[in-house]
């Protein structure tokens, strides 16, 4: 009973005001984190397609086996493991207090699944496979990979950090056949998905997951403890990037996971953001060609196209002449990697117009138009089209430059139909560094035909020696290897290196705690008042 100089009236309204108040707090305390990513997410299966915002999204909602620290060495994630003494059989075990989202437990099935899975598709989980002698259920927490001879292959492809990463599904989902794309949103990673609230190119919604037991570990580029120090994270499409500065500016949005260089200006000294480059974020720019169609099924006229681009004016293009965010580089595996090599760099980092149109006579070339797809909607690749058609038109190819959504150019390029039917002949892309670095696993220089990255090149050396790689343990072998693949892939005209260059993310002062990564990930960030 309150007392006697206190109305009851007055009691309850103040008592009623008092959890308002503390309601209002509660509303508060909720820290939301809205970003626009460097495309819009249209699909939720992170096997279906080497789309790295599938990738980003993986990170978000499912977790990895293994993962790999700032140093790029494998460590235990959602499992420990050990080795027989004779390196064939590796014994994974799940880690406790792992649960999906819909709160059942993850099981040694569903990694094994999961895994069948993704080594249908993914470069180095082919690899992996043809590898493989047994991979069997032990109990509800284990199971063992045994191999037909000795390899590090298991812990180089389960650590994979990007590309198609070996992210773990529900047992239910990991069945569906790879023709088909799942529809289940269900992970067992540090954040949820709601789907509610998903609007495919639109918006996407993650929200933290309350019953993710972290590792004990600190952080440590993608290995560590995921602790989630936000409450939601808001993936937002903004196509126009000046709308997307307006509303970074306007404290619309925190984070701007790829701000195109000619806009940072309008961000740079302003303390309210931070700007960063995350190096192991760098990307590789390449063109591609259809090795099923003419004319690029004949290899003199690949030739002509690896003669006829530069890097320099690709890069440019995309991040400003004489900036620091890009250099040319003729390595396949990137500058920095194990792999480096400069084989025929002048030929690849400088277009030699003369050379390429002398090769086009020879052959016979009829003025045939070149398909070439052009991506209009992300700041990377926007300028890679108009540089690469008139690098190829100056060398007399016949260009034919069909401009579209990035969506578009990733659902044409699985056609292997002719041009009239919906086919192609040319397009260009990004793959981020930590890919590129990978020659069991870079998806730019596989060359099984059929088994191919879209392009389906059919060089049985180039796949001989990615397995020969597998095998090797010694260092200075696996760099003579991986140089071996990279003149394979030159002559061949697999690919066409065009250049690097780092994004800057864009950032409110707000949040720290961005991790050094392969990929942007939102755990470990946090949010200021």
Same mark, same amino acid.
């Given at each position: 009973m309150p007392p006697k100089s206190i109305r009851p009236g007055i009691f309850k309204t103040a008592l009623l005001s008092l959890c308002l108040s503390t309601a209002g707090l $509660?509303?508060?305390?909720?820290?939301?984190?809205?970003?626009?990513?460097? *495309? +819009?997410?249209?699909?939720?299966? %992170?096997?279906? &397609?080497? $789309?790295?915002?599938l990738r980003n999204y993986g990170y978000m909602v499912y977790d990895t086996l293994l993962a790999r620290d700032s140093k790029g060495?494998?460590?235990?994630?959602?499992?420990?493991?050990?080795?027989?003494? !004779?390196?064939?059989?590796?014994?994974?075990? #799940?880690?406790?207090?792992?649960?999906?989202? !819909?709160?059942?437990?993850?099981? *040694?099935?569903?990694?094994?699944?999961?895994?069948?899975?993704?080594?249908?598709?993914?470069?180095?989980?082919?690899?992996?496979?043809?590898?493989?002698? !047994?991979?069997?259920?032990?109990?509800?927490?284990?199971?063992?990979?045994?191999?037909?001879?000795?390899?590090? =292959?298991? @812990?180089?492809?389960?650590?994979? +950090?990007?590309?198609?990463?070996?992210?773990?599904? %529900?047992?239910?989902?990991?069945?569906?056949? =790879?023709?088909?794309?799942?529809?289940?949103?269900?992970? &067992?990673?540090?954040?949820?998905?709601?789907?509610a609230e998903y609007q495919p190119g639109v918006g996407a919604t993650f929200i933290k997951n309350e019953d993710y037991v972290p590792r004990d570990e600190p952080a440590d580029g993608l290995a560590g403890g995921k602790v989630v120090k936000i409450d939601k994270v808001v993936w937002t499409t903004m196509p126009d990037s000046m709308t997307a500065v307006s509303a970074l500016l306007a404290g619309?949005?925190?984070?701007?996971?790829?701000?195109?260089?000619?806009?940072?200006?309008?961000?740079?000294?302003? %303390?309210?953001?931070? /700007? !960063?480059?995350?190096?192991?974020?760098?990307?590789?720019?390449?063109a591609r060609m259809n090795h099923t169609l003419p004319p690029f099924d004949n290899p003199k006229m690949r030739e002509a196209v690896l003669l006829a681009l530069g890097q320099q004016p690709? @890069?440019? /293009?995309?991040?400003?002449?004489?900036?620091?965010?890009?250099? =040319?580089?003729?390595?396949?595996?990137?500058?920095?990697?194990?792999?480096?090599s400069d084989y025929r760099a002048e030929d690849i980092i400088q277009p030699h117009p003369a050379e390429a149109k002398a090769i086009l006579d020879e052959v016979g070339y009829d003025g045939t138009p070149i398909m070439l797809m052009h991506a209009t909607d992300l700041n990377n690749l926007a300028p890679q089209g108009?540089?690469?058609?008139?690098? #190829?038109?100056? /060398?007399?190819?016949?260009?034919?430059?069909?401009?579209?959504?990035? *969506? &578009?150019?990733? /659902?044409?390029?699985?056609?292997?139909?002719?041009? *009239?039917?919906?086919?192609?002949?040319?397009?260009?892309?990004?793959?981020? @560094? %930590?890919?590129?670095?990978?020659?069991?696993?870079?998806?730019?220089?596989?060359?099984?035909?059929?088994?191919?990255?879209?392009?389906?090149?059919?060089?049985?050396?180039?796949?001989? @020696?990615?397995?020969k790689l597998a095998r090797s343990s010694d260092p200075a072998e696996q760099k003579q290897i991986g140089q071996e693949i990279d003149k394979l892939v030159i002559d061949n005209g697999v690919m066409v290196p065009m250049g690097e260059f780092y994004n800057v993310t864009v950032k409110s002062a707000k949040l720290t705690g961005q991790l050094d990564a392969e990929a942007p990930v939102f755990w470990n960030i946090e949010k200021a008042e």
């Open positions: $509660a509303v508060q305390a909720e820290t939301t984190v809205t970003a626009v990513m460097h *495309a +819009p997410l249209r699909a939720v299966d %992170p096997v279906i &397609s080497t $789309a790295y915002i060495q494998p460590q235990p994630q959602m499992a420990s493991w050990t080795v027989s003494d !004779d390196n064939t059989t590796y014994t994974f075990t #799940l880690r406790d207090g792992l649960k999906f989202h !819909d709160g059942a437990p993850v099981t *040694a099935e569903d990694a094994v699944a999961s895994l069948k899975r993704w080594s249908q598709v993914d470069k180095t989980g082919q690899v992996m496979a043809s590898l493989l002698s !047994d991979m069997s259920v032990v109990d509800e927490k284990t199971f063992t990979m045994t191999f037909s001879e000795p390899t590090g =292959i298991a @812990l180089i492809a389960l650590s994979k +950090p990007s590309g198609l990463a070996p992210f773990i599904l %529900p047992k239910a989902a990991a069945e569906t056949p =790879i023709s088909e794309p799942i529809t289940s949103t269900i992970g &067992s990673g540090p954040f949820k998905f709601v789907e619309e949005i925190d984070f701007y996971e790829q701000i195109p260089h000619d806009l940072l200006p309008l961000v740079e000294g302003n %303390p309210d953001f931070t /700007a !960063d480059v995350y190096r192991k974020q760098g990307s590789q720019n390449l690709m @890069l440019d /293009a995309q991040v400003g002449a004489a900036s620091d965010y890009g250099t =040319i580089c003729a390595a396949v595996f990137g500058c920095d990697s194990l792999y480096a108009p540089v690469i058609a008139q690098q #190829l038109r100056d /060398a007399g190819f016949n260009v034919d430059m069909v401009s579209m959504d990035w *969506a &578009s150019v990733v /659902a044409r390029r699985a056609s292997k139909a002719a041009v *009239a039917d919906g086919g192609w002949n040319m397009f260009s892309t990004t793959n981020v @560094l %930590p890919d590129v670095g990978d020659p069991i696993g870079f998806i730019g220089v596989a060359a099984g035909g059929e088994s191919a990255w879209f392009g389906w090149p059919n060089v049985p050396e180039i796949e001989a @020696l990615r397995g």
